[in-house]
């Protein structure tokens, strides 16, 4: 079998024309004029759901209450008192393995997608994935309108500058709503990868 570098001289002795790479500052990004608005909007529209939480309410009492059924809850937030599981503690990921709520902070949202950039603030990141129910605690005045500025905002604070949109573990990830697919049979099947559920609290600074 050729090698990769074998078969991309190939391709490239082929090329008849080519073109400069457009300048990406040029391009003109969607904005919108109420981005919080839209986040809630298309974060519903990708399947999750959006709570703007009053200020001074309870969250715990507001996550019981969205999952009255759940027993085991993982998370590392100080703020969340009702957490059973702690990623930071367990000995390895698979412990974490019949989690009903994990719990999580994302740092800024996407109006553009209803994204959320949720990086790694614990030592098991298992807990955005293998949780059957994901919530995301998430400041309302951190919306962004698209992915140039989520992406641009990364570029400026990433792991070398020592910001905490990377934090200590240099890894991050956009979540969108549930896990979905519709490969078999063009069948939605929800929670296929990841959460069944996504629920993005939208709190006050």
Not at 89 to 98: C, K, P, Y
Not at 104 to 128: D, I, L, S, Y
Not at 132 to 146: A, D, F, G, H, Y
């Amino acid at each position: 079998m050729a090698s990769k570098e074998d078969i991309l001289k190939k391709y490239r002795s082929n090329v008849r024309e080519q073109f400069d790479m457009p300048d990406l500052g040029d391009i003109a990004a969607v904005r919108y004029q109420n981005p919080l608005l839209q986040f809630i909007e298309m974060v519903k529209s990708v399947g999750g759901n959006a709570v703007e939480v009053k200020d001074g309410a309870d969250v715990n009492k507001l996550i019981m209450e969205l999952y009255p059924d759940a027993k085991e809850i993982a998370s590392n937030l100080p703020e969340i008192g009702i957490a059973t599981r702690n990623p930071d503690e367990v000995g390895s990921a698979d412990e974490l393995n019949g989690t009903d709520v994990g719990i999580v902070r994302g740092m800024f949202g996407v109006a553009e997608n209803g994204c959320v950039w949720v990086p790694q603030q614990m030592k098991e990141k298992a807990v955005c994935f293998i949780s059957e129910n994901l919530v995301i605690l998430l400041p309302k005045s951190q919306i962004v309108n698209n992915m140039h500025e989520a992406y641009r905002r990364l570029s400026e604070h990433g792991p070398e500058s020592g910001a905490d949109l990377f934090d200590k573990y240099g890894y991050g990830s956009f979540i969108s709503g549930p896990s979905k697919t519709a490969d078999i049979a063009q069948v939605l099947v929800m929670g296929a990868q990841a959460a069944r559920t996504t629920t993005i609290l939208l709190l006050d600074d």
